[in-house]
Structures are given as C-alpha cells and as structure tokens.
C-alpha cells in the first residue's frame, strides 16, 4: 500500500513538472491602441495582458487594434505564432511577422521569444521590412526548440 501511495505522489510531480505552458504578453509604447491576441478559430484571446495557455498555442495573430484592424490582423502589422514544445526536431515554436495583404504595415512591431531561445526575434520598423512575408513564398519564420517558451511583443518601439 505505502508503494502504490508513493509511486502515485511520483507520478502526479513528475506530471506536474512536464506540464506545457506558454505566455504571450505586450508591451505598447505607441500610446494608442490595443494590443490583441486572436486564436486559429477567431476567438479573442487577449486585449493587452499577458496571456498563459497550459499547453500549446497553435496559429495565433497579434497585432495592435488601432481601430482599422480586422479581427484577424487585416489592414495591420501582425505578429503570428505557434508556441509548442517539440516533439521531434524542428517541431518547435515558429513565429514571424506577416504583411501579406490583406495586412498592411501600421505601427512599428517586433517580438522575441524569453525563457528559452532568449534575443531570438524579429523586428519590423517600416512597410519594407526586412524579413516581414510580403507574400506566402518569402519572409523569415524565426524557430525556437525550447520547451515551454514564451513569447514578447512589442509595438513602437
């Protein structure tokens, strides 16, 4: 009985510390605006906090409502990302910046990942953002193989 009862408490910590987790958050400096999150189904996720999921984000879009933003980032600068921890290599965590139309450049923006893959990002500063995709064939995803990374965005900065 002790046996099933220790190995029981093992198994839950081991549980415990294996757990997935990931946050977003924002930092807006542009002094207007909100800065929101939208998960793959349309679902707002964030309208400025940090946001933590238990477990992977997969396709989500950021970027800064400045009122002529569609709910998916339309007509803005977006932010878009998949926190996962790998499975295998290459699996991992995949972010990039995207102004494929129907997105347009509208505030500077730029992310890093921290707590893993630390001052791996991307910064875009202008409508001919180097490494922003201007149409599905070009752009630079930035990747990090990190276990439970998280995710900093920022806007004018």
Do not use: K, W
């Not at 189904?41 to 396709?59: H, K, N, V, W």
């Not at 707590?115 to 990747?143: K, R």
């Amino acid at each position: 009985m002790q046996f099933t009862a220790s190995f029981s408490i093992l198994a839950s910590l081991v549980a415990f510390v294996a757990a997935e987790t990931h946050t977003i958050t924002f930092t807006n400096n542009c002094g207007r605006g909100t800065p929101t999150l939208v998960s793959q189904d349309g679902a707002i996720l964030s309208t400025g906090g940090a946001f933590t999921a238990d477990g992977p984000i997969i396709g989500a879009i950021a970027y800064l409502q400045t009122g002529g933003c569609g709910l998916n980032g339309d007509s803005c600068t977006a932010v878009e990302t998949t926190l996962q921890n790998p499975t295998s290599p290459g699996a991992g965590s995949a972010t990039d910046i995207t102004l494929i139309p129907d997105h347009a450049f509208s505030v500077t923006s730029g992310f890093g990942y921290f707590d893993g893959c630390d001052g791996t990002g991307l910064d875009c500063t202008s409508a001919s953002c180097p490494g922003a995709f201007t149409d599905p064939t070009n752009g630079d995803i930035v990747s990090c193989e990190a276990d439970n990374v998280n995710l900093a965005i920022t806007f004018c900065d």
